[in-house]
């Protein structure tokens, strides 16, 4: 999805220093970033943790993003680089998840059930329909294993949801 006019001058605004126009940004694309990191984390507290270490890396970077990416493109970038970054350094262990936070939608407990990297490929592929080609560039991933992980993501959330 392309930004619109709008989105297109608050990120040049941004990128010329204006904090208010970030906050802008920021207040537009908050709920679908936190709504990523939740998932792949399962834990809301660190999720709110990352999800602000996303945005202050990003208006860090904002100078150097692609024009030609949309910003909710390019911060899901962001938001999957730190989640990976904090899952190498063994800061937090990912997958513990608050069971009320997604009580409306069970399938949400169930994807917290998958094993890390069949739940990164699921939730980026299907959730948040990034390419497989996307997927690999955040994450290094091969196109066959990315292929290879889903459908074992949809085999266990299957197998999940039978029992």
């Given at each position: ?95 513990v ?49 990315i292929k ?16």
């Amino acid at each position: 999805m392309q930004d619109n006019k709008l989105i297109k001058a608050l990120v040049l605004n941004a990128q010329l220093g204006n904090n208010s126009a970030f906050e802008q940004l920021y207040q537009i694309t908050i709920e679908p970033i936190y709504a990523l990191i939740l998932r792949l984390t399962g834990d809301p507290s660190f999720a709110e943790i990352l999800t602000k270490k996303v945005y202050v890396n990003s208006w860090q970077k904002i100078s150097k993003k692609d024009e030609f990416i949309s910003i909710l493109s390019w911060l899901k970038k962001n938001a999957v680089e730190t989640v990976l970054a904090e899952q190498s350094v063994g800061k937090k262990q990912t997958g513990v998840m608050d069971v009320k936070i997604f009580e409306n939608n069970p399938l949400e407990k169930y994807i917290q059930d998958l094993e890390f990297r069949n739940k990164l490929v699921y939730v980026l592929h299907d959730v948040e329909n990034i390419s497989f080609e996307e997927i690999s560039k955040f994450t290094g991933i091969s196109n066959d294993e990315i292929k290879s992980l889903l459908v074992n993501a949809r085999e266990n959330l299957i197998n999940l949801t039978e029992e």
